[in-house]
């Protein structure tokens, strides 16, 4: 089965970092394009940042520059490095894999980490 394990979420200053780490398992991680969304309250789900399986990354305006997500296909893991973190990055960070196949398409979610900026 498909599992996505979200950590490193927590509490920090703005200004600080913080580096989330989404561990993957029932899937082939090296062939999958990885994401990572966010929610916060009361706000629809954004996706943030993507990294396909060859290390080409794509990121929301309202993160590039700060955010940088990479993978460690030995370890069937992606992370998302967050710097500069301000107030409005404050949210619930999910993990994400779309799986495309000719006859169906899946996509498969994290239990998410909570990321509180705040002074």
């Known amino acids: 089965q498909v599992q996505l394990v979200e950590s490193g979420g927590g509490l920090v200053q703005p200004g600080g970092s913080l580096r989330l780490s989404c561990a993957a398992s029932?899937?082939?991680?090296?062939?999958?394009?990885m994401n990572w969304y966010r929610q916060a309250p009361g706000k629809v789900r954004e996706l943030v940042a993507s990294?396909?399986?060859?290390?080409?990354?794509n990121y929301a305006d309202s993160v590039k520059g700060r955010f940088t997500i990479s993978r460690d296909n030995a370890k069937n893991t992606v992370y998302l490095q967050m710097n500069s973190l301000k107030p409005e990055d404050t949210a619930v960070y999910y993990c994400n894999v779309k799986i495309l196949g000719i006859f169906r398409n899946d996509d498969y979610w994290g239990q998410g980490t909570q990321v509180t900026v705040s002074s």
């Open positions: 029932g899937i082939i991680f090296s062939i999958n394009t």
């Open positions: 990294i396909t399986s060859a290390g080409s990354t």
